[in-house]
């Protein structure tokens, strides 16, 4: 079974070389401001106490048997996470998984080559 990389037309026997030929950059860093419910105090949407979160995500390349970014992240809050409205960074980040993503293609960086993806 051969293996193409769409950008440059290579093709790879091997799935590991075809893995690697899809490595941009060593490393990323990316943060996202996310908004959450601290608290409610009322029966409508406009009765809660907002504040702002940073969700911050790493991925370093893994050159090691399965070749990859390996990908972290860590939540930044004034309050305590998670609470009774929010689901902790793991909700976060699956929140923002899909603009994450998005991100990351417009980098050129494939989701094929997430090994570790947290989700």
């Not at 950008?7 to 790879?12: H, I, L, P, R, Y």
């Not at 009765?47 to 790493?58: C, E, F, K, R």
């Not at 309050?79 to 009774?84: D, F, Q, V």
């Amino acid at each position: 079974m051969a293996f193409v990389n769409s950008t440059t037309g290579e093709e790879f026997e091997d799935e590991d070389d075809y893995l690697r030929s899809q490595k941009q950059d060593d490393s990323y860093e990316l943060t996202y401001d996310y908004e959450y419910i601290t608290n409610r105090y009322g029966e409508g949407d406009d009765d809660v106490d907002l504040a702002n979160a940073t969700l911050n995500v790493s991925l370093t390349w893994d050159d090691s048997s399965a070749p990859g970014y390996t990908v972290s992240y860590t939540v930044d809050s004034p309050t305590p996470l998670p609470n009774e409205w929010t689901h902790g960074p793991d909700g976060i980040f699956s929140d923002m998984s899909v603009e994450i993503v998005n991100d990351l293609g417009y980098r050129g960086v494939s989701p094929e080559v997430l090994k570790d993806w947290p989700l």
